[in-house]
């Protein structure tokens, strides 16, 4: 039952665009359960405009105070719990690490959304520090334009917090808003390359728990 947590204190950098995306790529081929640990409970307004839930996924909104309940309320074979966190640096958002065997950090490819970072990174590395370096952490860069240098730049910028970034990462592209308001998935979409995009973020997840780096 992993449990991935999907945080950052700054708004808008693609937390719930990735939580509900991944919750319905896992929920391809194992149960999940997307947490829904924010407030303006957009993850749970997705799921109720859902026309075709996948049988697989559930969504549950968390109440205040509650999420590390909520995780270790869930039996060991339920599949993946994805915890989709608040803005800001909150109770929720330390407990959303502490639930963590992955926290993955959205970050957009601009400097404010990397220096904004810093105060999750050391959250993450706290928790590392008492439990011989769990949660695993990844950098996910959001948004990205193809085809510009700033990309690479922003790679750069993210190493110097030590933790990596996942290789694969999301572009700006109209599809994603789109699946949101259509209360689904890119990969229900036409639009290839964002399907493209989540399912190699998957993978490389998964690969990260099955303890293959490459
Ligand atoms: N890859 C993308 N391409 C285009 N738009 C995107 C992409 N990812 C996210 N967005 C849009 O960016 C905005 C912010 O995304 P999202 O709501 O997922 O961020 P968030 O971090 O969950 O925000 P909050 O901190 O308010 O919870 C939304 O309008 C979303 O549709
Ligand atoms: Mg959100």
Not at 106 to 134: L, M
Not at 170 to 184: D, K, L, N
């Amino acid at each position: 039952m992993p449990v991935i947590a999907i945080v950052n204190q700054k708004g808008g950098t693609g937390k719930t665009t990735l939580s509900t995306n991944l919750a319905w790529a896992f929920a391809e081929n194992s149960p999940v359960l997307l947490l829904d640990a924010d407030p303006q409970g957009s993850a749970q307004d997705w799921a109720d405009s859902q026309p075709k839930p996948p049988h697989n996924l559930n969504v549950k909104s968390v109440l205040p105070g509650r999420l590390i309940q909520d995780v270790r309320g869930q039996s060991a074979d339920r599949g993946w719990i994805i915890i989709d966190g608040p803005p800001g640096i909150t109770k929720t958002s330390a407990d959303a690490v502490r639930a963590a065997d992955l926290v993955l950090i959205p970050a957009k490819a601009s400097p404010f959304d990397v220096w904004a970072a810093s105060d999750i990174v050391e959250a993450v590395k706290a928790r590392q520090a008492t439990t011989k370096g769990s949660p695993q952490a990844a950098f996910v860069i959001t948004m990205t334009r193809p085809r510009t240098r700033l990309g690479r730049q922003i790679d750069s910028a993210l190493t110097e917090y030590g933790l990596p970034a996942l290789r694969a990462r999301t572009t700006e592209r109209v599809s994603y808003p789109q699946a949101a308001i259509e209360g689904s998935s890119v990969l229900e979409g036409r639009d290839q390359t964002a399907r493209n995009e989540i399912l190699a973020i998957r993978g490389e997840i998964e690969r990260l728990f099955n303890g293959d780096a490459s």
